[in-house]
């Protein structure tokens, strides 16, 4: 699968502490099994010239303090408080090699950030996204892109998960209603 650099973002979905290292809250082995596979994609983007994209999952300590219904903290437990350890991206990754970093407050990438009308200004049209975790962070962000006729491609061999399952279904769910799946073996920018 071929991806024009002019018009590509490879997009990294919360590949953070509190969810790569043992020591996060909401570690899982399978996002830390990720992290080199997404490095290999931001460095094989960034080579060919391609726009690379970070998010992270930020929650301001008093988020969900008025929460009628939508509380991540009651779902999972207080994770990747701003201005915590657990909020930084892990060391393998240099926000300073990203076009743009991305913080989001929910499962989606897209909502209320600067995500869509920074792709739209730079004529992107093809997100090649990796990331975790599966069938949370990395679904939501694929699925709102395709919502917004951009066309998400997951990369299979490079998205976090808690259990193998999880993964199946989201790029199961992904390929059959919105986007497409490749591996990296598959992803060639040029």
Not at 37 to 60: F, K
Not at 81 to 101: H, K, N, Q, R
Not at 159 to 164: D, H
């Amino acid at each position: 699968m071929q991806f024009d650099p002019a018009d590509t973002a490879l997009v990294v979905v919360d590949m953070q502490n509190g969810f790569c290292h043992p020591e996060g809250s909401l570690y899982a082995p399978d996002s830390e099994a990720a992290i080199d596979p997404v490095t290999d994609l931001v460095e094989r983007a960034g080579e060919a010239g391609a726009a690379v994209v970070l998010t992270r999952d930020v929650h301001p300590p008093e988020q969900f303090e008025d929460a009628h219904y939508y509380d991540e903290f009651d779902r999972w437990g207080e994770h990747v408080v701003e201005g915590s350890w657990e909020a930084d991206l892990v060391d393998e990754l240099d926000p300073e090699a990203a076009e743009l970093v991305v913080e989001k407050h929910t499962y989606d990438a897209f909502y209320e950030t600067q995500l869509d009308g920074w792709l739209d200004a730079h004529g992107i049209d093809d997100l090649v996204i990796c990331g975790t975790l599966a069938n949370v962070c990395v679904l939501h962000t694929a699925s709102s892109a395709g919502l917004r006729d951009y066309r998400p491609v997951l990369v299979e061999d490079a998205v976090g998960f808690i259990e193998p399952d999880h993964r199946e279904y989201a790029l199961d769910h992904a390929d059959w209603l919105f986007g497409e799946v490749t591996d990296r073996a598959a992803t060639a920018f040029e």
